[in-house]
């Protein structure tokens, strides 16, 4: 029985001062009890000779200097793991909330994880479609990668992650496959909404959930994140699964952060959050990824809002320098009507290069991409062009790639939420938009593939 | 790293990676300590009475006080000697690839190996005999490393004297003795293939020299516009998305070295993987061998504790010197230095101490600056019986006369600044040391023009101390060349001012005709596709071809323009200009001849446009987009 302490000095914020302790390590979880039998969660920041600093997960209401009794635990922060967690709902430290039989568990983990060996690598590869245009054709998702979407306040984040997560799959292979939910701080709305799209297509089934929600304490979203990855962790790698991590949303993560920070009275960096941000976020994310010789794979699709669509903002900007690209939604699209208002020429998927030609997708992929994406930046430039002067302004060609813009946005980037489509779907849609131009514009596309796939309108 | 501690003192605070322990007054400043029972390696980077301040390179988490500390008396320092080519090692030199089969996927804390392997065997050649007179720096054998590399043994820094005895050509293990010199007062000192060197230490070297000769990189924006010098330093800064780790990775292929080391400083794992999975498989065009010959890798992922992090970057520049004394011209490439300066900044911030811009620490500057000063082509210490006998002098193209050995260490760091905003302290901080400047654009990557270095914001100091060398040895007019090049690009931003305000129907003949071979250059020139297998390295020649293909047409083009009344349009939409475009995908044999056909046809047709205002050329790609209009 570890020794009890009823030596709680001083509380602010979610932070709280325990003196006179003994043997108790940095990171240790602990527990604080009241009187009335109630037991928060708690972890050592900093230990300073009998002095320890913990930091609550929960709210402290109710916690009383004299009589809560402060217990060391000697590990840190774990969950219980098994394949059951599939299908099921647990609250924002891994507890389930769905009202169904306890967990039995096959394992303990520590939520913190252990950093992987770069070594131990395998380089993400393997094409996985997505069925929507703008990701498949140009911004490849590969498994075991970390692709956020950068979203905005009243952008449809949502429905395009519940899109993905429904429509993901491998070609050509039938490996289980898994997702991992965990909702940051985010909308009872917004978490049904989720909850009912995997529900409507049975996806429920192969997806484990950990929510906490807006009015939960705001410092459990410091472990949320981690319990989520921690036990899509487990399925992954212990249980040869490919696992898709949906966190939503990162921006509530940071703000927990913040609090922490600003509790402690650290040195802030950019805007009030704290210096170590970037290692504190690539903590989180970095656990993607594929290991040799395992079998399985983390993908991860953080999604984050940007306060004031700004994305020099420290939450995007930092989450950028981390992930492997980002998908970058816009306003402007979304207020033409464009869904999902994927802005693709600041989006990017850095590891799209090897998952993509011939034997994954296609042979004529990349070029198509490259010649997409250099064409509709300059029908977007004509199209600006074409506001300042008026369409006499432009030459023939320009015009030309004002309409490809258009087009573009309309029959390629726009789609259905159902709309499934297949990545030679995607590239056929590609060569249909190409055609509008004439064959000596496309100069990043090989003779080849010229002369195998163009058709001049 | 492994020596043997003793214990001195016992934890008091736990904060982080930082560490407090009480009763040191035995330890030094900056010695290496071991913490708790793990062994964890740390290292003292303050000292307040008996109480030290410890920075700790792993996971600190089940520390507590109580727990002890030991010494090893030793500086924080890195295992040099064979096998250190084509190795992958973490911010404080230990090798990954020995933790993994140690510890498995995951990097658990305490693993206790050596940096370099105890157990090969390798064959060492002498190359002087015993009775010869030595001093610091000279070369006593080799081992023949991989295929491309001499791996120089030397002796030792501060050992002089004769040598008593030198093995003969046999293997031996890198801690074995393969000689023993007999100093001036009669003391015997074994040498041993491995040295160790404290990592924030220079190692030293007998003068410094001005860099004039350019590192040729293949990557024409750099080679052409904005070059660097052997021995030079370089900055990358740009936004996330912009291409740092590319253009980082290209160098590391293709850069004119015969050592690379790269540091992965605060980045992603996977980009370490891609390295390990690609390099091995790429041939160096230049010698033939696979890329990793020449390679070696540090890496402290963004994953990784963060107090190695600080100290990756000088494990690395150590490694780097080591190779650069035994003559080598050495790339450094460190990606990113913001890291580095995040994590200068973390501890700072748990020492509590008075925080400068934006919570940097006051001495981010001389930090960053000691380090990038570290770089530079010098005199080397030392005799080198290889290079006098025959041997040539690599970097100076000449054979080598009275002792004079140089070598090279170039220096390049990628800086991340928030938002790609370069107002920041470390990219300011850095722009006040280094003489390249590679301004990474985003608006360029958006349209994907890659390598995307913004060449109104760039510069290079070393232009015009190189221009000798190119003239020489690529071309007499290449300056001039570079210089049209350059004004061209200034001009076209002008123009595009007036363009936007009245559009380009209102410019004149000529000013069309110089935006659109600025768009040449843009596009056929600097647009440069790294995973394309011919355009992704371009020899100068071919640099210089490319360039005056471009300008050609221009002063082909120009003349005409000015004598007789023809249309612009007919001139830009000459069907050969397509053929200069795709000029960069030509391979090296066909160049000589393809570029005359070029030339002459663009003459030919120039000058066609001009007789027949009727100019029709059948079925060209050119007139089908006239008639799909």
């Known amino acids: 029985m570890p020794r009890e302490y009823k030596t709680i000095k001083e509380i602010s914020g979610p932070l709280m001062m325990v003196c006179g302790v003994e043997n108790v390590k940095y990171d240790e979880l602990a527990e604080v009890e009241l009187v009335n039998g109630k037991k928060y969660r708690c972890k050592v920041l900093e230990i300073d000779g009998t002095n320890a600093l913990l930091q609550l997960f929960e709210s402290s209401a109710g916690i009383n200097l004299q009589s809560s009794k402060v217990r060391f635990l000697g590990r840190s922060m774990e969950i219980e793991v098994s394949e059951d967690m599939l299908g099921r709902v647990f609250n924002g430290l891994g507890k389930p909330i769905d009202g169904e039989a306890q967990l039995l568990p096959e394992k303990r983990m520590d939520i913190n994880g252990i950093p992987m060996n770069p070594v131990a690598r395998n380089y993400p590869q393997e094409f996985v479609q997505t069925g929507i245009s703008a990701v498949d054709g140009l911004n490849t998702l590969v498994r075991g990668q970390k692709l956020p979407i950068f979203s905005a306040s009243g952008l449809p984040h949502a429905l395009l992650a519940a899109q993905i997560a429904r429509q993901s799959k491998i070609i050509g292979t039938n490996e289980q496959f898994a997702v991992v939910f965990a909702a940051i701080g985010i909308t009872f709305e917004e978490s049904n909404f989720f909850a009912n799209s995997f529900k409507e297509t049975g996806a429920i089934n192969r997806t484990a959930m950990f929510v906490n929600l807006a009015s939960d304490p705001a410092i459990e979203r410091i472990a949320t994140p981690r319990v989520a990855i921690t036990a899509a962790e487990y399925l992954a790698f212990e249980k040869d699964m490919h696992v898709l991590v949906i966190l939503t949303d990162i921006t509530n993560y940071a703000d927990a952060l913040r609090e922490v920070s600003a509790a402690r009275k650290e040195v802030p960096g950019r805007r009030g959050y704290p210096g170590y941000m970037y290692t504190d976020l690539a903590s989180l994310y970095e656990r993607a990824g594929r290991q040799k010789g395992k079998r399985g794979s983390l993908t991860m699709i953080p999604i984050l809002t940007m306060p004031e669509d700004d994305k020099t903002h420290p939450i995007p900007d930092l989450t950028g320098y981390i992930t492997e690209g980002q998908i970058i939604l816009s306003r402007d699209l979304y207020l033409k009507g464009v869904s999902p208002p994927i802005d693709v020429l600041p989006s990017l998927s850095r590891l799209k290069d090897k998952g993509i030609g011939e034997g994954k997708t296609r042979a004529d992929h990349s070029n198509t991409m490259n010649q997409i994406f250099a064409a509709y930046a300059r029908g977007k430039d004509s199209k600006q062009l074409m506001t300042i002067l008026g369409e006499s302004a432009l030459d023939k060609i320009d015009i030309l790639y004002a309409n490809f813009a258009d087009e573009f946005e309309e029959t390629y980037i726009s789609q259905k939420s159902t709309d499934d489509r297949s990545i030679e779907d995607t590239l056929q849609i590609g060569w249909e938009l190409l055609s509008i131009l004439p064959k000596s514009e496309l100069t990043r596309i090989s003779d080849e593939f010229l002369n195998q796939y163009y058709k001049a309108r | ?629």
């Not at chain 2, 003068?207 to 990557?219: N, R």
């Not at chain 2, 056929?524 to 071809?545: G, I, S």
């Open chain 2, 1 to 629: 790293m492994r020596i043997l501690s003793t214990r001195i003192g016992v934890i008091r605070k736990v904060s982080g990676p930082l560490v407090i322990a009480e009763n040191m007054e035995d330890a030094n400043m900056f010695d290496v300590v071991k913490v708790g029972n793990n062994k964890l390696i740390g290292e003292i980077i303050e000292m307040h009475g008996a109480d030290a301040s410890i920075q700790v390179y792993e996971e600190t988490s089940g520390l507590g006080p109580g727990a002890e500390v030991f010494s090893t008396g030793a500086p924080l320092s890195v295992e040099l000697g064979p096998g250190l080519i084509g190795s992958i090692f973490d911010g404080i030199g230990r090798p990954l690839k020995a933790i993994m089969k140690v510890a498995g996927n995951n990097l658990k804390k305490g693993v206790d190996v050596f940096s370099l392997d105890r157990q090969i065997q390798w064959e060492f050649c002498p190359v002087l005999s015993v009775g010869d007179e030595v001093s610091s720096g000279d070369v006593i054998g080799y081992v023949l490393e991989t295929p491309i590399v001499k791996h120089k043994i030397m002796v030792p820094h501060n050992v002089f004297g004769k040598l008593k005895s030198i093995s003969k050509k046999g293997k031996f293990t890198v801690d074995q003795n393969v000689a023993i010199v007999l100093t001036e007062d009669e003391k015997e000192v074994e040498i041993a293939m491995l040295q160790s060197w404290p990592v924030r230490v220079g190692r030293p070297y007998i003068k410094k020299l001005s860099p004039d000769i350019p590192m040729i990189t293949g990557q024409r924006v750099i080679d052409v516009l904005f070059p660097i010098a052997k021995g030079g330093v370089a900055a990358v800064p740009g936004p996330f998305g912009s291409g740092k780790t590319v253009v980082q990775h290209q160098l590391a292929k293709w850069s004119e070295a015969d050592i690379v080391v790269y540091i992965g400083c605060g980045e992603r794992g996977n980009e370490m993987t891609d390295v390990l999975n690609e390099f091995p498989s790429i041939i160096d065009p230049q010698t033939g061998n696979s890329l990793m010959q020449r390679t070696i890798l540090i890496a402290n992922t963004s994953d990784m504790p963060v107090a190695a992090r600080e100290a990756s970057i000088y494990t690395g520049i150590t490694i780097g010197e080591y190779f650069r004394d035994m003559g080598y011209s050495v790339a450094l490439m460190a990606d990113s230095t913001s890291r580095w300066a995040e994590a200068l900044r973390e501890m700072s911030g748990r020492l509590e101490e008075m925080p400068g811009e934006e919570g940097y620490p006051a001495y981010l500057g001389s930090r960053l600056s000691s380090f990038y000063e570290r770089a530079g082509r010098v005199r080397i210490f030392g005799k080198d019986k290889l290079t006098l006998e025959g041997d040539f002098d690599t970097t100076r193209n000449e054979p080598n006369k009275n002792n004079y050995r140089e070598g090279i260490l170039t220096v390049i760091g990628a800086v991340s600044p928030p938002g790609g905003d370069v107002s920041e302290p470390v990219s300011q901080a850095t722009l006040r040391i280094v003489k390249v400047f590679w301004g990474l654009d985003s608006a360029l990557a958006y349209k994907r023009h890659f390598p995307a270095i913004n060449w109104l914001i760039s510069y290079s100091l070393y232009a015009d101390i190189l221009s000798d060398w190119y003239v020489k040895n690529v071309s007499s007019d290449w300056m001039k060349l570079r210089g049209r090049l350059m004004s061209f690009l200034s001009k076209e931003s002008e123009l595009e001012e007036i363009v936007k305000l009245v559009g380009v129907d209102a410019l004149s003949g000529q000013d069309r005709l110089k935006l659109e071979v600025a768009r040449s250059i843009r596009e056929d020139f600097l647009h440069q596709n790294a995973l394309h297998e011919v355009d992704t390295f371009t020899p100068l020649k071919k640099q210089h071809l490319m360039m005056k293909l471009i300008l050609e047409f221009y002063d082909m083009s120009y003349l005409i323009l000015e004598k007789d009344d023809v249309k612009i349009e007919k001139l830009i939409s000459i069907p050969i200009r397509e053929k200069i475009g795709r000029f960069k995908y030509v391979k090296i044999e066909n160049l000589e001849s393809e570029y005359e056909e070029i030339s002459q046809r663009l003459n030919c047709e120039i000058s066609a446009a001009s007789i027949d205002e009727d100019f029709n050329s059948a079925d060209t790609d050119e007139t089908q987009r006239v008639s799909t209009n």
